[in-house]
C-alpha cells in the first residue's frame, strides 16, 4: 500500500494540535516549517514564533516528518529533532552539500532532500546519495497548498528511479484525487497529501476516498 501522508502548514501552536487530533486516523503526519525568507509564506514556530519541543507529547502519536523550507534549516533541524522528529525534509537550495553531507552521518533520524521545481535532477541527485528518501514537489512554487499540478514532476520520477530505483521517492503538492494515480504509475512510492485531506470537512473520508482511488 502507498502511504498517503496528510499535510499540515501550521499558523499557530493552537492550529497544528488541532490538526492533529483531526487528523488522529494517521499513522505518518508530514508538517511544513516555512519562514517567509525561503518562500513567502510563513507558519508556526517561525511566526508566530513557538518552541516546537512544546508540541512533542501530541507530536509522539504519529511518524512526524518536518519539510525544513527555511533559509537556515540546520538550526532548525536541530530544534525539530529535539522535539522528536522522525524524519526531516531539507531543500537543497538551503543547505550545501557537504554541511547536508554532515548532518547526515550526525543524526539518527531519516533524512530527506528536495528541490525546487527548477533546480536541476542533477543537482537532486549529488544530494540523494546521502539521503534515505527523495522528495519531489508537485506544484512548481513550494510554500503553500492548493496551487496546480506541475507536470513536470511525472518525468523528474522516473529520472530519479532510474538512477536510484531503490530510494524511495515522495511526492509532495498537488496530489488529490486527478492526479494521485498519475503520481504512483510514474513511480512514486509515498504521496504527501494537502489541501485535498486537510482543508476538507471531513478530513478521514478524503483519506478513504484516495485509499480507494489506489487500491
Known amino acids: ?92 537550495e538551503t543547505i550545501e552539500l557537504e554541511n547536508f553531507k554532515n548532518f547526515a552521518e550526525f543524526t539518527h533520524i531519516t533524512l530527506g532532500i528536495a528541490c525546487h521545481g527548477d533546480t536541476s535532477i542533477d ?5 540523494a546519495e546521502y539521503a534515505e528518501g527523495i522528495q519531489l514537489m508537485g506544484i512548481k512554487e513550494i510554500g503553500s497548498q492548493g496551487q496546480p499540478f506541475y507536470e513536470r514532476v511525472l518525468e523528474n520520477i522516473q529520472a530519479v528511479k532510474s538512477v536510484y530505483p531503490d530510494k524511495p521517492v515522495t511526492v509532495d503538492g498537488s496530489v488529490n484525487a486527478e492526479t494521485i494515480k498519475r503520481v504512483i504509475a510514474a ?23 484516495l485509499v480507494q482511488l489506489i487500491k
Open 1 to 92: 500500500m502507498i502511504p498517503i501522508v496528510p499535510a499540515i502548514i501550521p499558523t499557530s501552536k493552537e492550529n497544528l494540535l488541532e490538526s492533529f487530533e483531526k487528523l488522529s486516523f494517521a499513522t505518518e503526519i508530514h508538517v511544513d516549517v516555512v519562514d517567509g525568507k525561503f518562500v513567502p509564506k510563513v507558519s508556526w514556530p517561525c511566526d508566530p514564533t513557538g518552541d516546537p519541543v512544546s508540541i512533542k507529547d501530541a507530536a509522539d502519536a504519529f511518524t512526524l516528518e518536518v519539510d525544513l523550507m527555511v533559509e537556515n534549516p540546520l538550526p532548525v533541524a536541530v530544534d525539530w529533532v529535539t522535539a522528536g522528529a522522525d524524519m526531516l525534509v531539507f531543500h537543497l
Open 123 to 127: 543537482a537532486l541527485l549529488s544530494y
Open 187 to 209: 513511480g512514486a512510492d509515498r504521496v504527501i497529501v494537502g489541501s485535498a485531506i486537510t482543508l476538507t470537512e471531513n478530513p478521514y473520508q478524503s483519506y478513504e476516498s
